[in-house]
């Protein structure tokens, strides 16, 4: 199910059946001068809603921003600073949790985010929190 188009009773519903949540995550940046801008996150989001449908768990929304700096000089792109995003990406993880969700699965389509969302799926392990990995 994806979240986004739930309403919250059905999103009370689905959440109380599964433990397990997938967070598509991309960016907005260049990829040539023939594909847009939003190429990581479309990705990120397709493949999270079809592996949610699939496996019966919940898909949210999709974080759209990641960490771009190194693609800058590019117009368009937009990056956020690593730890406004490890702050972010755990604080809506941190969200899940408090929906009963204690497995989550970053669906990750963009490289510059990896190292940040293994920061956050150690935090988030680490305190006893949930089982967090991203998934590129």
Excluded: K
Excluded at 48 to 54: F, H, I, P, Y
Excluded at 98 to 125: F, K, M, P, S, T
């Amino acid at each position: 199910m994806y979240l986004g188009d739930a309403t919250w009773p059905d999103a009370g519903a689905e959440l109380a059946d599964t433990s397990t949540a997938l967070v598509p995550i991309g960016s907005t940046e260049q990829h040539g001068p023939h594909l847009p801008l939003s190429t990581d996150h479309v990705i990120a989001e397709g493949l999270a809603r079809a592996a949610a449908d699939g496996a019966g768990v919940v898909c949210t929304p999709t974080i759209t921003i990641g960490v771009s700096p190194h693609h800058r000089q590019f117009h368009g792109t937009l990056s956020v600073d690593a730890p406004t995003f490890r702050d972010y990406v755990e604080s809506l993880s941190r969200s899940l949790v408090y929906q009963g969700v204690d497995r989550i699965v970053y669906v990750n389509a963009h490289g510059g985010n990896v190292e940040h969302l293994r920061e956050v799926g150690r935090r988030l392990h680490d305190d006893g929190a949930a089982y967090a990995v991203e998934w590129t």
